[in-house]
């Protein structure tokens, strides 16, 4: 061993053993069960995820026990898994799911009308359906059905790279007098994961999700509506979205950032989030450009410049690191490491 180097267990504080036994000898079982109690919260099991890999999109992509959204039953033959993970902080509510597969999308409508989602963000296009299996019609007046589960297009709004789609989804077996909902769709099709996509796309999809929010707050009386993200694993392009979310919204109430804080909220609960540059780059720039929208900073300044230069020269890294950033394909039971 290096006798200069100091071994890294002297960094931590100690009880003397005559302490230790005093404090188990006078009520300390307490204390004991408390810190392994502790211990236990930080662990983190998949047990759900191992038990359904049919419902999995792929087999490197693992979904925490904790913070899953466990399917209610109707009948003995329904499940509950999804792989989905509902997260709720300061700056907002979510849901960050895998994209549904042509055999779970009967789960994907139940988690819509469990968790009362009211407004989707779609990070995928709807074109490929080995990203993900169409669950409405892109075109206004057509509909389709699963089960008890209805869903019809009545509005189609393209605005510059973000398209809404204006949603009425049915459930025949609802108690009750509401047995059909509005649900929006916002649409971003343009997010190549390997690549970083223009911030002002980003914050016009962010402002586009934060209205229709506000809209349909006020709809279903304040009760619970979280936001529902998914790309095709529901890790990458969803993850950094909710971040990236949570920080802008964070910046316009507070006027500050917690961008590590952030970060490891989210990938406490949903493996995989941000664990690539692209991502955590892409990040930065979109906070930095909304920071320069609400004036905040000065987008002409030199410190702006150099922040984004900075961000952009990681970006340029990561591409080299693979080979130019082509390819970039999800294919089989494995999404391609990052």
């Known amino acids: 061993m290096n006798e200069g180097k100091q071994s890294r ?4 504080e100690a009880d003397h053993v005559n302490d230790f036994i005093g404090a188990m000898t006078t009520g300390g079982r307490a204390q004991m069960l408390a810190d392994h109690n502790t211990l236990r919260k930080k662990e983190r099991h998949v047990f759900y995820f191992m038990r359904n890999p049919s419902k999995n999109r792929y087999s490197n ?3 925490f026990n904790e913070g899953a959204i466990i399917l209610e039953k109707q009948n003995k033959d329904e499940g509950t898994y ?3 993970t509902k997260l ?10 895998q994209a549904p597969k042509s055999d779970t999308l009967f789960d994907w409508y139940r988690m819509i009308w469990q968790c009362n989602i009211r407004v989707i963000v779609c990070l995928v296009s709807l074109e490929n359906t ?5 669950y409405f019609k892109q075109k206004s007046g057509k509909s389709m059905s699963c089960k008890r589960f209805s869903v019809k297009t009545f509005a189609v709004r393209p605005e510059n790279s973000v398209t809404t789609f204006e949603l009425r989804l049915k459930n025949s077996s609802a108690k009750g007098d509401e047995k059909e909902r509005v649900i929006h769709v916002v649409h971003y099709p343009n997010w190549n994961i390997n690549r970083s996509p223009e911030p002002r796309h980003l914050l016009q999809l962010l402002r586009a999700t934060w209205a229709l929010e506000q809209s349909m707050a006020s709809v279903c009386d304040a ?10 694993s529901g890790v990458r392009r969803t993850g950094a979205f909710v971040i990236i979310s949570m920080l802008c919204r964070q910046l316009r109430e507070k006027g500050t950032v917690s961008i590590i804080a952030a970060c490891s909220t989210v990938r406490k609960y949903r493996y995989g989030v941000m664990r690539n540059k692209i991502m955590f780059a892409t990040m930065l720039e979109t906070i930095l450009n909304f920071a320069a929208d609400q004036g905040m900073v000065d987008r002409n300044s030199k410190p702006f410049s150099n922040a984004i230069k900075k961000a952009r020269i990681a970006l340029m890294d990561r591409n080299k690191e693979e080979g130019g950033g082509g390819g970039g394909g999800e294919g089989g039971d ?5």
């Open 9 to 12: 267990q002297r960094g931590f």
């Open 223 to 232: 009760r619970e509506t979280p936001t529902l993200v998914h790309g095709s």
């Open 61 to 63: 992509v693992v979904l």
């Open 334 to 338: 494995q999404e391609d490491d990052e």
């Open 82 to 84: 999804i792989h989905a």
């Open 88 to 97: 709720q902080s300061k700056f907002g509510r979510f849901v960050l799911a």
């Open 130 to 134: 080995d990203e993900c299996a169409k």
